[in-house]
């Protein structure tokens, strides 16, 4: 066995079992089998088998361009795989190469947060979290504020609900980006890379709101990221993606701890620097 020192937190790693099994609509909240994706002729999923459970934060690490945030893309439906099948929340979304007719309901449960946040400039904060419920789900402009309040509440923002995203800081903006995803109520948050172009204390900052989402609303989140940290202290689960294929599946513990994976190995060295 090797062990990975993470300096200042040791963590987790396994060999992933892909194995075909029914979802269990008590505890698996998605659950995608022999997902593939190409991208001008180049394979980036390669018959991947992944799994989520209700509540768990799950975090997924790689280098550029090995899969991860293919497959947060391809649960969020932004990009539809070339074949395999995704359940969400006990639903059949995408099957083959089609969405069910059950996909418009079941990603209703999703929200995924960018590392760009694609918050509107000319707009405050109040109507940036509000225009989408209001305009795609014809929310009362009165409900909408409630649950603008809310949101902002949850992750520490309620005092900036005037202000532009310009007057705000990248790490207030990361926030206002995760109550927006709150708005629709979700029960699974998709991040990619949202804290990459944070300081790292601002990051663990955003990453806390995570963690207390999880802890205190039941939110499972799948988080790709470069926080060993985060990784080690709050992920219930941990997947390395290695050219396009799941290397590594475990709880972090194993994956940081028993490690006999050189690749994790090798990933895990390079980014701690």
């Known amino acids: 066995m ?32 022999g997902l593939q994706k190409s991208f001008y002729h180049r394979s980036i999923l390669k018959n991947v088998d992944f799994d989520m459970h209700r509540g768990d ?24 795989p070339d074949a395999g099948e995704i359940s969400i929340d006990g639903k059949t979304v995408f099957e083959g190469t089609t969405r069910t007719k059950d996909w418009a309901e079941a990603s209703a449960n999703v929200g995924m947060i ?51 995203p310009t007057q705000l800081s990248g790490g207030e903006r990361q926030r206002v980006a995760i109550a927006r995803a709150l708005m629709m109520k979700p029960k699974l948050l998709l991040c990619d890379e949202i804290t990459s ?29 470069h926080d060993m940290a985060f990784a080690s202290k709050a992920a219930d689960r941990l997947v390395f993606f290695h050219n396009g294929e799941i290397a590594v599946n475990a709880t ?22």
């Open 57 to 80: 934060i799950t975090v997924i690490i790689g280098k550029s361009g090995s899969g991860k945030s293919t497959l947060l893309r391809a649960i969020a439906g932004l990009t539809d």
């Open 252 to 273: 972090p513990e194993e994956a940081f701890d028993n490690c006999d994976n050189p690749d994790l190995k090798k990933f895990v060295d390079a980014v701690r620097f």
């Open 197 to 225: 172009a944070l300081d790292p204390p601002v990051a663990a900052e955003v990453l806390d709101v995570l963690r207390r989402l999880k802890e205190e609303d039941g939110i499972a989140v799948a988080l790709v990221t």
């Open 114 to 164: 960018f590392q760009t946040y694609t918050l509107w400039p000319h707009m405050n904060v109040l109507d940036n979290l509000t225009l989408a419920p209001r305009k795609t789900r014809g929310i009362a402009a009165s409900e909408a504020k409630d649950r603008a309040e809310s949101a902002l509440d949850e992750v520490g923002m309620k005092q900036h609900i005037l202000s532009r």
């Open 2 to 33: 090797t062990h990975i020192n993470l300096e200042p937190q040791g963590e987790t790693v396994a060999v992933p079992v892909h194995s075909r099994i029914p979802v269990d609509t008590g505890q698996v909240l998605v659950q995608a089998r």
